[in-house]
């Protein structure tokens, strides 16, 4: 089947503007994460959703910064009035939700967002 | 809190030779280890990972890592590099029992040379 997609893959925005980025999950996977690479630095997380609830935001940098999963498959990361720190990769990842085998995230290819 | 840490951000190995790539971690409760690939232009893909069962992994593309509570290792080493193996690396970390959020490391840049 297919993996998890991510739209747009480049996104150039002019400091100051909103962005919206796009992740399709697996088909049937329940959680659902954001994360965010700079360059040359492993992911951070953002955010967590377990189907339309977000369990998690611990990660997310500043008020700027807001993820949605309104009907618990596709999500939406928005980010408001976009500053140059916010130039990185932007990783989705889903899994099966929970049990002993919980934590395999299959990753989308990220959005690489430039804030100029 | 839990966190890996990567040793070496670079490193160069012959076509052939053996790949060790270093990871340690801390964590206060039995963690879940992972080692995920990311070629360029690329999401990260599961090499292998460690949920307390057997303490040597095995993973895809003749990967293996040994989990070492003793040293809090999770070193990812391969017998024979190809050329295909140059990519970054990355160790992660996770609580276990639920869906948790993944703790990368920084990352380690392989490349194989002729």
């Known amino acids: 089947g297919a993996g998890v997609s991510q739209s747009p893959r480049y996104k150039v925005a002019k400091r100051g503007q909103d962005v919206a980025l796009r992740c399709d999950p697996i088909?049937?996977?329940?959680?659902l994460f954001w994360y965010q690479q700079a360059l040359g630095q492993g992911p951070e997380f953002l955010t967590y959703f377990q189907n339309e609830a977000q369990l998690d935001k611990s990660g997310l940098p500043s008020d700027r910064f807001f993820a949605e999963r309104p009907e618990g498959s596709v999500s939406t990361l928005k980010i408001q009035r976009t500053q140059q720190e916010d130039s990185a990769v932007y990783l989705c990842?889903?899994?099966?939700?929970?049990?002993?085998?919980?934590?395999?995230?299959?990753f989308g290819p990220g959005t690489r967002l430039t804030v100029t | 809190a839990q966190s890996v840490t990567q040793l070496g951000s670079h490193v160069s190995v012959s076509e052939g030779a053996l790949v060790l790539l270093r990871c340690n971690y801390s964590s206060s409760v039995p963690p879940y280890l992972f080692w995920y690939v990311q070629y360029p232009n690329q999401g990260l893909q599961l090499l292998l990972k460690y949920t307390s069962a057997a303490t040597l992994v095995k993973g895809i593309n003749g990967f293996e890592a040994e989990f070492k509570k003793s040293e809090t290792s999770f070193h990812l080493t391969k017998p024979s590099a190809h050329m295909s193996d140059a990519a970054e690396y990355f160790c992660?970390?996770?609580?276990?029992?639920?869906?948790?959020?993944?703790?990368f490391g920084t990352g380690t840049r392989l490349q194989v040379t002729l």
């Open positions: 992660a970390v996770t609580r276990t029992g639920t869906a948790s959020k993944l703790t």
């Open positions: 088909s049937g996977h329940v959680s």
């Open positions: 990842a889903s899994s099966l939700e929970g049990g002993a085998l919980s934590g395999e995230q299959y």
